[in-house]
């Protein structure tokens, strides 16, 4: 176990033996069908104890995006628990800089999101509780897809977090486009991407086939996802950056070289931010759009000529694909009624309540398309209504079954590496560098960032 993660458990000395105990009792409990809350009390009244005398306002810390959705999802959990929350609501932009600052500063919030490369820094700093004491913590974890897992649990068995939301990388094409052009469907290799986003240049359907997140702060997920799909495995069980040792990882930079430089892309497609690929979707101004599943949506939200022959298929190649999305992790601080409180929080936001319900994931897959990655998630009647019927659930759940992330990309080095491939891609792209010393480079950086 990490230093970090053992300073968080070891000055509780006697109490904490204490919450063992009463853990057991819970368990035994909720064995009988009790709710956590309810067994708590009852677990109070047979020891003499007072049942508020640990219980107190959560703190619940998230970024804005729906903050008026989070507030009645904390309140409906209050009303059915008894419990009290305050939430406090950061921008997404900064969040990062911002939660840091805080517990920097000494703040503890109780719950909180979080992205999934800073889980890391946080456990090593003892900013969050793990979760691997907490009864049925384990069942949680089993029962995600298995490329999940590495979101929230450590090489070494730590469980950091569970699911704010989840989304896997998909190729997004204009149908119409792909048509006109003469093929008969997407592209399912990299060479066949080339070749369509040629064609459909050479006949003057479209001056710029292909657009992408190729910001510098977005790159390495479109290398992680461009890595995976083509079966090279980015970084070994050690956080090794075993990419380097396969020769496919070079033939990956020269198809990434041979797109941007061939203006087979958006020629500002390495400053273009939402605004801009939104509207070259919806407008038709580009036949391709690599990202996340939940664009589809926002594509269509937004509307446009262009928006009815948007459609989705698997990402180019036989590997998998990139899994994506963030985090709700506790705080260090909790203990007796708040722990239990927070526990019970904490499962009703990030996944199937107590009756069984995906109350919370719900909300957010009708106004986001975004989800959990449970197979469970995917099966229930509810959100299987919830899902515009443009998207077709079938791919979207066996590009889970097959989607993966890479472990090192929750360690604490390794927001430094994302920067590194942002500028040593760039460096390629304009030409001072060739797709073979940028892969040399790029593992090289890992290298040294690990070792700090």
Same mark, same amino acid.
């Given at each position: 176990?990490?230093?970090?993660?053992?300073?968080?458990?070891?000055?509780?000395?006697?109490?904490?033996?204490?919450?063992?105990?009463?853990?057991?009792?819970?368990?035994?409990a909720m064995g009988l069908g009790l709710s956590l809350p309810a067994a708590a009390a009852l677990l109070a009244a047979c020891s003499g104890e007072d049942p508020e005398a640990t219980r107190r306002t959560l703190r619940f810390v998230g970024w804005d995006f729906l903050p008026d959705t989070i507030q009645t999802h904390l309140d409906t959990w209050a009303a059915v628990s008894g419990g009290t929350v305050e939430l406090e609501v950061l921008p997404v932009t900064g969040y990062p800089a911002a939660i840091q600052t805080r517990f920097r500063g000494g703040d503890r919030p109780d719950l909180f999101y979080n992205f999934t490369y800073l889980l890391g820094q946080f456990l090593e700093n003892g900013w969050n509780r793990t979760l691997n004491d907490l009864p049925g913590v384990e069942e949680r974890i089993d029962a995600l897809y298995p490329g999940a897992r590495s979101r929230f649990v450590t090489a070494d068995g730590q469980i950091t977090s569970l699911p704010y939301f989840s989304a896997v990388f998909m190729n997004h094409y204009n149908a119409a486009m792909v048509e006109q052009a003469g093929f008969s469907g997407p592209p399912q290799t990299l060479q066949e991407y080339y070749d369509q986003c040629a064609k459909i240049k050479a006949d003057g359907i479209s001056d710029a086939?292909?657009?992408?997140?190729?910001?510098?702060?977005?790159?390495? =997920?479109?290398?992680?996802?461009?890595?995976?799909? *083509? %079966?090279?495995?980015?970084? !070994?069980?050690?956080?090794?950056?075993? &990419?380097?040792?396969?020769?496919?990882?070079?033939?990956?930079?020269e198809w990434w070289r041979a797109m941007y430089q061939d203006g087979l892309t958006s020629p500002t497609i390495l400053t273009d931010d939402n605004p801009e690929l939104i509207g070259g979707m919806t407008q038709g101004t580009f036949a391709f759009y690599a990202g996340h599943d939940y664009w589809l949506k926002i594509f269509n939200d937004v509307g446009g000529p262009a928006a009815a022959d948007l459609r989705m298929a698997p990402m180019p190649g036989a590997g998998q694909t990139l899994?994506?999305? =963030?985090?709700?992790?506790?705080?260090?601080?909790? *203990? %007796?009624?708040?722990?239990? !409180?927070?526990?019970?929080?904490?499962? &009703?936001?990030?996944?199937?309540?107590?009756?069984?319900?995906?109350?919370?994931?719900?909300t957010w897959v009708e106004a986001a398309a975004l989800a959990v990655p449970y197979p469970s998630f995917f099966e229930d009647p509810a959100i299987q209504a919830a899902y515009p019927d443009y998207y077709d659930l079938g791919v979207i759940t066996s590009e889970y079954d097959r989607a993966g992330t890479p472990a090192a990309r929750a360690l604490s080095w390794y927001q430094g590496f994302q920067v590194k491939v942002g500028e040593r891609v760039n460096d390629m792209l304009a030409g001072d560098a060739t797709p073979a010393e940028t892969v040399a480079n790029m593992a090289d950086d890992a290298v040294e960032l690990a070792a700090g």
């Amino acid at each position: 176990m990490r230093e970090g993660s053992k300073s968080q458990h070891s000055d509780r000395g006697d109490g904490d033996r204490a919450s063992f105990g009463r853990r057991g009792f819970l368990q035994g409990a909720m064995g009988l069908g009790l709710s956590l809350p309810a067994a708590a009390a009852l677990l109070a009244a047979c020891s003499g104890e007072d049942p508020e005398a640990t219980r107190r306002t959560l703190r619940f810390v998230g970024w804005d995006f729906l903050p008026d959705t989070i507030q009645t999802h904390l309140d409906t959990w209050a009303a059915v628990s008894g419990g009290t929350v305050e939430l406090e609501v950061l921008p997404v932009t900064g969040y990062p800089a911002a939660i840091q600052t805080r517990f920097r500063g000494g703040d503890r919030p109780d719950l909180f999101y979080n992205f999934t490369y800073l889980l890391g820094q946080f456990l090593e700093n003892g900013w969050n509780r793990t979760l691997n004491d907490l009864p049925g913590v384990e069942e949680r974890i089993d029962a995600l897809y298995p490329g999940a897992r590495s979101r929230f649990v450590t090489a070494d068995g730590q469980i950091t977090s569970l699911p704010y939301f989840s989304a896997v990388f998909m190729n997004h094409y204009n149908a119409a486009m792909v048509e006109q052009a003469g093929f008969s469907g997407p592209p399912q290799t990299l060479q066949e991407y080339y070749d369509q986003c040629a064609k459909i240049k050479a006949d003057g359907i479209s001056d710029a086939p292909y657009e992408s997140s190729w910001l510098n702060e977005r790159i390495e =997920e479109y290398l992680m996802a461009t890595l995976l799909g *083509e %079966g090279i495995t980015p970084f !070994d069980d050690a956080a090794q950056p075993v &990419f380097a040792d396969d020769p496919r990882s070079v033939d990956v930079l020269e198809w990434w070289r041979a797109m941007y430089q061939d203006g087979l892309t958006s020629p500002t497609i390495l400053t273009d931010d939402n605004p801009e690929l939104i509207g070259g979707m919806t407008q038709g101004t580009f036949a391709f759009y690599a990202g996340h599943d939940y664009w589809l949506k926002i594509f269509n939200d937004v509307g446009g000529p262009a928006a009815a022959d948007l459609r989705m298929a698997p990402m180019p190649g036989a590997g998998q694909t990139l899994l994506a999305g =963030e985090v709700v992790q506790m705080g260090p601080d909790l *203990e %007796g009624t708040a722990l239990n !409180d927070a526990w019970d929080l904490l499962k &009703f936001y990030t996944g199937a309540d107590n009756d069984g319900n995906f109350t919370v994931p719900l909300t957010w897959v009708e106004a986001a398309a975004l989800a959990v990655p449970y197979p469970s998630f995917f099966e229930d009647p509810a959100i299987q209504a919830a899902y515009p019927d443009y998207y077709d659930l079938g791919v979207i759940t066996s590009e889970y079954d097959r989607a993966g992330t890479p472990a090192a990309r929750a360690l604490s080095w390794y927001q430094g590496f994302q920067v590194k491939v942002g500028e040593r891609v760039n460096d390629m792209l304009a030409g001072d560098a060739t797709p073979a010393e940028t892969v040399a480079n790029m593992a090289d950086d890992a290298v040294e960032l690990a070792a700090g």
